[in-house]
């Protein structure tokens, strides 16, 4: 069974869901090839050659793949499909945008963020805001597959390197193309990747409680800011700050809750973390049931409270 990865990437150097997304490549046995379509993305194609498991990477180096968008990529996947019979994607923005076509395009199923490998065949992943657990038997000759990456441990380099061959850029579909792009700049670790993650609720009341009490905790711990969708529907954070079912995942070593209920949407976006700790003034709050430690206090004054011991540490 050979396996086909589509990389994540920024050109010059892979993303961490790429490493993750790896792991669950290889429990499903046999080679494992890694598609890196980019521009002047070898940097990322030799970092990619360097993992463990790794039998191959495809170079795909072309301006058509310079913003990874979707029909172009699903194109060149398909193009390639022949010789595999997987094709594997962390279930980032970036997969979830790719896969479907993919699967479209080969009329088979696609079996989403998938959690544990059971069988090359046979997969787990969850159900109902993750309060089950799904497992799904495909019958299909190809498998696409997304990954939800904060299941999986990262890949690390291996002792081989492997190597590095060039493919042509398939037919441009001409179904979309670029137009510009708006990014945020932060100096902050991506939320989805950072080892400490501090969220806010719907009690931090407005954003500039957030800049007051939160931003000032996560200065000091080298965190990601994180939010509840209560938070960010009412304006008090950003879109990409959402944790949660409709938000993002994240599996950190430590996660820390600031007013916030535990409502089982966003318990799906981060039970995995490694340790967590809620603060809500709430004794009854639904959080205190998966949290390893809980305070039951105010967070207008915890926060500050902390913020200053922090600071002790720090000095």
């Known amino acids: 069974m050979a396996t086909l990865l589509v990389a994540e990437h920024v050109n010059t150097a892979l993303k961490d869901s790429t490493n993750k997304a790896l792991t669950a490549a290889r429990e499903l046995g046999g080679e494992v090839h890694v598609l890196v379509a980019g521009k002047d993305c070898r940097p990322a194609a030799d970092e990619a050659a360097k993992l463990d498991g790794v039998a191959k990477v495809l170079l795909a180096d072309d301006p058509l793949y310079e913003h990874m968008m979707a029909e172009p990529v699903a194109a060149l996947v398909v193009s390639l499909a022949g010789g595999y019979d997987a094709f594997v994607a962390p279930a980032t923005t970036t997969?979830?945008?790719?896969?479907?076509?993919?699967?479209?395009?080969?009329?088979?199923?696609?079996?989403?963020?998938?959690?544990?490998?059971?069988?090359?065949?046979?997969?787990?992943?969850?159900?109902?805001?993750?309060?089950?657990?799904?497992?799904?038997?495909?019958?299909?000759?190809?498998?696409?597959?997304?990954?939800?990456?904060s299941t999986f441990q990262a890949t690390g380099e291996g002792g081989a390197t492997a190597p590095v061959e060039p493919v042509p850029a398939a037919a441009d579909p001409g179904l979309s193309r670029f137009v510009g792009e708006e990014l945020s700049k932060s100096e902050r670790a991506e939320l989805t990747s950072a080892r400490i993650v501090i969220s806010g609720g719907r009690a931090l009341q407005s954003r500039e409680n957030f800049t007051k009490y939160i931003e000032p905790i996560a200065d000091k711990l080298g965190a990601a800011i994180g939010a509840s969708r209560a938070a960010v529907d009412a304006g008090y954070a950003p879109n990409d700050w959402q944790v949660g079912q409709t938000g993002k995942v994240v599996a950190p070593e430590l996660y820390i809750a600031c007013g916030i209920s535990g409502a089982i949407q966003h318990l799906a976006g981060m039970k995995d973390s490694k340790v967590i700790v809620a603060i809500n003034k709430d004794e009854e709050a639904p959080i205190f049931q998966v949290a390893d430690y809980g305070l039951v206090a105010d967070i207008y004054k915890a926060l500050p409270e902390l913020s200053d011991e922090l600071g002790k540490l720090s000095k």
Do not use: F
């Open 95 to 149: 997969g979830k945008n790719i896969m479907p076509r993919v699967a479209a395009l080969l009329d088979v199923m696609q079996i989403s963020e998938i959690t544990k490998v059971v069988a090359p065949d046979t997969y787990d992943r969850l159900i109902y805001a993750g309060s089950a657990v799904q497992t799904v038997r495909t019958r299909d000759a190809k498998k696409v597959i997304t990954v939800r990456t």
